[in-house]
């Protein structure tokens, strides 16, 4: 199996910044993409950020220009770095992953999600 553990989210004044962290691990032979998906309360959840295996990134538009989504491959990381935070931001945020697990010499294809960390925005 394959599990994703965030970290990172908390509450922070609006213009401030928090950076969340997501490290996979278990039977993992290759990450394809790496995601953070939102969810505010009554809302559903939605994509904020994607990053390709490659380095390739893909964005919300209520997101461009102040959120940033990098990964350490080595690592198997993804990172959300947000600046400028506003309330409308305040959400809990999933990391998704998506690859082959390696189960023994075994290989099957699988996703994964974190169990959420919470971000609030507010005065």
């Known amino acids: 199996q394959v599990q994703l553990v965030e970290s990172g989210g908390g509450l922070v004044q609006p213009g401030g910044s928090l950076r969340l962290s997501c490290a996979a691990s278990?039977?993992?032979?290759?990450?394809?993409?790496m995601n953070w998906y939102r969810q505010a309360p009554g809302k559903q959840r939605e994509l904020v950020a994607a990053?390709?295996?490659?380095?390739?990134?893909n964005y919300a538009d209520s997101v461009k220009g102040r959120f940033t989504i990098s990964r350490d491959n080595a690592k198997s990381t993804v990172y959300l770095q947000m600046n400028s935070l506003k309330p409308e931001d305040t959400a809990v945020y999933y990391c998704y992953a998506d690859g082959r697990a390696d189960y023994g010499g075994s290989y099957h294809e699988y996703d994964a999600w974190g169990q959420g960390t919470q971000v609030t925005v507010s005065s």
């Open positions: 278990g039977s993992i032979f290759s990450i394809y993409t």
């Open positions: 990053i390709t295996s490659g380095g390739s990134t």
